[in-house]
């Protein structure tokens, strides 16, 4: 009997449980590192990540972690050729719902006025 890949998974997103799902269809032995969106990933951090996957069971496993905290992981200086051997990411798709595009910039459009320096756009200068 062939070892089953255990997963560790990272994110550090903002609504991590679309890519959480994702994933369990392709392990059932998974654990599970949530951080908050724009989480800074420091020397300690990495140490606790390195911990949970050396106790995680079996001869196969892997980091899985979205587009987003991978990019971010391996601009660190300080994380280990080990760990960058075994992470992997899913890369990011974007889809928009064009029966809800009008509303989605309207949102956009509202969350751009109420920032400060934007206020430009309340004087009809946004053509």
């Known amino acids: 009997k062939e070892d089953k890949i255990s997963v ?23 654990e599970k590192i949530i951080f908050p969106d724009h989480h800074t990933y420091t020397p300690k951090t990495i140490s606790k990540i390195n911990m949970l ?18 990019m971010r992981l391996l601009s660190l200086d300080f994380l280990t050729d080990n760990m960058k051997e075994v992470l992997y990411y899913l890369p990011v798709e974007v889809e928009f719902n064009m029966n ?28």
């Not at 560790?8 to 392990?27: E, M, R, T």
């Not at 956009?108 to 009809?124: C, L, P, S």
Request: hydrophobic share 35%; aromatic share 8%.
């Open 100 to 127: 809800e595009i009008e509303s989605f910039k309207q949102k956009i459009t509202n969350h751009v006025r109420t920032i400060k320096r934007n206020r430009f756009m309340d004087k009809g200068t946004n053509k």
């Open 53 to 70: 996957y050396e106790k995680m069971p079996g001869s196969k496993k892997i980091i899985l972690t979205t587009e987003k905290d991978a």
């Open 8 to 30: 560790l998974l990272l994110a550090g997103i903002a609504d991590p449980q679309p890519f959480f799902n994702k994933v369990a269809a392709f392990s059932d032995q998974v």
